[in-house]
């Protein structure tokens, strides 16, 4: 293998791309807006761009790169290296990504779902480092998951598994449906704006509740956000310190399933919701130990993250790492 | 590979076993009672005769034989052939049951889940043949699953994965409390008894509801099952063709999920209730294809169970064949 692996991150609004050495150093990175609402012409450009800067302002030369690793919001598929058609990347339909990036700077690429990139930074440089039945789950704006067998991404039939953040856990639930459109996925109850959702539902369905948080927002509910119940819950805001538990509470229960069908040496929790820590795990490992039959299961070990800003170009890097 | 391997299923009330040919004949087949009410003693005395038999009757000589494949309910490590504690097998404690047969007749053993041994026999021989990717699901007083990837078993860390009955839908269903304690598995919705109970819960809270199920059971609901509301709904009674299709949409949603974590190259559902056939089918297709965000799940076969009665025998002789 060469000495350096590039790996470029596409986000809805940003992409963050960098070159990792061998050794899993980050020596040098680029950001770029994606520009999506400007169409796919733009944006790939910014792909290229980003890859061009990293080369010019680090001074390594393409022989000396492995591989291009790309990670993009799915769906995609990793095999045929194609794009499907990301709710985040509007105008992206069908793109043969992995073939774009390959002929325009000859060197050999590769692309992977965001998640289950994250997932494989995680086994190769972060938490997971050791193990090789891995369930990866990152909170944040959505749910994204990935399972790892044998110490690689399981993709299925089409390079479309590991969409565990539509697993619902509560079909009938007519007040959590999910940015997918269907019903009670852990994604419309336990991501970020699942939490917000319900804890604003809440305040505003009582005459007073005993908390602080609409100060913190100065009276406008529309601008709660995951950091205002972090900080509330904290400052000792029972309102806020429920609002997390619940969202353990919904995480645990979901991920007793997972254990009972994938029963993983560990799962590793990213994603900028898991940055809550100590409060949100213990609820999670309390109810994913009771909503599971798997008698071994007070044994996995339910641990954050280890790698926090830069896991998207870690993740892109790792598919040529593996 | 030597020419049969003796495959032997025990159940909760028998015990099933045969010697399976090369070429997957099944050439003898011996049926006991467990007898597990008598305890452990006399269960596994009931397994050891079940083997003589089958050897004293086939003329096969024990030189002749690859293995004996036993398969047993769980929870059970395949690894370590140990069964931990089957609700099934009372008085089956921690049993290493691969170590009492290996020794009791000098032949290599191997155990396996009963679903997962279900799962490999239809991949050996049945409905998934030529697959790598299934899901296979059994439906009857229970649901299990198995997790096959790249044509094996899934198994996870100790041995428990593929519990895929144990998954929740509803976790706040109160009034769907499954076997395992916790609430909403789609073993407590969609099972035969879950079905059933729905059923029943239905007829019991109409004043006149337009069915003759009732007539069926002679006025008694406590003796309804899945046969009589299958029969009922093969002679057009709207109540009990509704309660298949709420089955079907119950397992359909729940599929919806398993695809999208999964991506199966096809899904094979075996066991009693899927003898139902078509009518079942046809809303689990509908409801699954409708509950995944996998743009390609049209086109993942949802297909019956080719293996009936003897699955058993050919899950248990499958541990030797792949």
């Known amino acids: ?12 609004t940003k ?24 169409g796919f012409a733009v944006s790939i450009e910014q792909v290229y761009s980003s890859i061009v800067e990293l080369l010019k302002t680090s001074g390594i030369k393409k022989r000396e790169i492995e591989g291009i690793g790309v990670c993009a919001p799915g769906p995609l598929d990793p095999r045929r290296g194609i794009v499907h ?39 190769i440089w972060g938490a997971a480092k ?29 390079g479309m598994a590991g969409e565990g953040g539509h697993v619902t856990i509560d079909y009938n639930a007519q007040n959590a449906v999910c940015g997918c459109g269907r019903i009670g996925c852990i994604e419309a109850l336990a991501s970020g704006p699942g939490t917000v959702r319900r804890l604003r539902n ?3 369905s009582s005459s007073r509740p005993k908390t602080r948080i609409p100060d913190l927002v100065g009276g406008d509910l529309s601008k709660l956000n995951m950091e205002t119940i972090d900080q509330a819950a904290s400052n000792g805001d029972e309102v806020a310190i429920e609002a997390i538990k619940e969202e353990g509470r919904l995480l645990g229960i979901w991920l007793g399933g997972m254990i009972n069908l994938l029963d993983p040496e560990i799962i590793v929790i990213g994603g900028g919701v898991s940055l809550i820590g100590r ?19 007070r044994c996995t070990p339910i641990v954050p ?4 800003k830069d896991v998207g170009i870690y993740g892109a890097a790792s598919v040529f790492m593996s």
């Open 202 to 204: 809440r305040l505003e």
């Open 305 to 308: 993250a280890k790698l926090k």
């Open 279 to 297: 409060p949100l795990f213990d609820e999670i490992r309390k109810y994913a130990c009771q909503s599971t039959i798997n008698i071994m299961a």
């Open 85 to 123: 058609n990301p709710p985040n990347l509007k105008g992206w339909r069908e793109v043969p990504l992995e073939k774009l990036v390959s002929k325009h700077f000859k060197i050999k690429t590769r692309i992977e779902n965001d998640a289950n990139a994250a997932g494989m930074a995680e086994v």
């Open 130 to 158: 050791g193990y090789k039945e891995v369930f990866y789950v990152t909170v944040s704006t959505g749910i994204g998951t990935a399972v790892i067998v044998d110490g690689k991404i399981y993709h299925g039939k089409n």
């Open 15 to 38: 992409i963050a791309s960098g070159i990792i050495s061998r050794r899993g150093k980050l020596v040098k990175k680029v950001v770029l807006p994606t520009l999506a609402q400007e």
């Open 1 to 12: 293998m060469r000495n350096y692996v590039i790996g470029v991150d596409i986000g809805g």
